[in-house]
């Protein structure tokens, strides 16, 4: 009997642990976000007559999604030193809780209730990042009130970049206040994803050489300044490592918030990203700090797209992690570039060639003009009757 009895109580402690690890390995399984997916994507920013100038243009362009078989958007969230949403974080930060174009609405409630409706994803895009403003030689109210948040190059100028002022990325206030911001936008709106871009985390090469950064690198150096060449090999991975870092907290932070948020970037060209904005970020791929990266294949012709794309899946991303790359590709920019249809068709193909099941979309007005093309490519012939 007291064999038994034993016998079966290991056979039920035998019982119990499978349906434990069962059980874990099911809970492992509901966290990991729906990244497996094809992305047919595209990025909807701010412009003034665009799709969140109001409700009812949203309603419409996510109408136009659905027809051209578009399932993800990426919302433009952050930019100019402002959000498109009421931001309790920046209210209190500056006494500006959103672009004054969004006053007395929320334009981001209003694009997620419209696309979830179509059974279309949202992801929250970061178009900013670091940088804090756009063609204000003093960096605006943020850089006006945080003197000491602002980025500096070697002779102790605000970082300019492209036209873009920088905050310091490497700053711990910066990024907790980045990190509140993206804290703010998962916690408060059902959003799908959040996404960085060749702005987050990024900083351009050219800083580093603000106080706060010179004293840390000092630290880590026997007493030692940064090097004076802003290109120098060793100064240029050791800043990137610090992005690293914050890439690394900012997957961890954001998944405790959210087990199956996904968490996106959208760099720039590798190496390139690397060299001149310290985006190193085929190691956020390889540690699994993002669930899908879109890099930047923004070329006007497609041998040149090609190239970049081959160096993208031969060199830097694992074959196993391929399915995790859904490139973006350059359809229009608000300066008056528009590629052709051809261009579209080529550029998609090439991807499915790659073995590349999506990409995004740069941007919606990009989206609309060639709609015929998309709804074509994207959606099986038995929907478009």
Known sequence: ????????????????????ALAGAAQEASAEPATRQPIRGVWVANASSGPLSSAQRSREFVDLCH??????????????????????????????????????RDAL????????????????????????????????????????????????????????????????????FILSLLKEVAENYEVDGVQGDDRLPANPNTAGYDDWTVDLYAQEHKGRHPPENCLDADWITWRANLLNRFAERMHRELKATNPN?????????????????????PTWVENGWVDIVSPQVYRDNIGKYRSELSKIV?????????????????????????????????????????GLHGEVVFYDAGLVQHQKVFARLYRPESEQR
């Open 1 to 20: 009997m007291v064999a038994i009895l034993r016998t079966c109580h290991c056979r039920a402690r035998t019982l119990l642990l499978c349906v434990l």
């Open 67 to 104: 027809q051209c078989g578009v399932n993800t958007l990426f919302v433009v969230v952050w930019n100019r030193g402002t959000t498109v949403y009421p931001s309790a974080v920046m209210q209190r930060e500056f006494g500006i809780s959103c672009d004054e174009r969004y006053r007395g």
């Open 109 to 176: 409630r209003e694009i997620i209730d419209a696309a979830h409706a179509k059974n279309i994803r949202v992801m929250a895009w970061f178009e900013f990042g670091f940088s804090c403003s756009y063609g204000k030689p003093d960096g605006d109210h943020i850089i006006r009130r945080k003197p000491h948040w602002a980025a500096r190059d070697l002779r102790g100028k605000l970082v300019s970049k492209n036209g873009f002022q920088w905050m310091n990325a490497f700053h711990p206030e910066v990024q907790d």
């Open 261 to 281: 948020l996904v968490i996106a970037t959208a760099p720039s060209i590798f190496p390139w990203s690397k060299y001149e904005y310290l985006q190193d970020w």
């Open 314 to 354: 031969a060199e830097q991303i694992p074959a196993e992690k391929l399915d995790r790359v859904f490139p973006g590709i350059l359809v229009q920019t608000a300066d008056g570039y528009r590629t052709t249809d051809t261009m579209v068709e080529e550029m998609i193909a090439e991807n499915r060639r790659r």
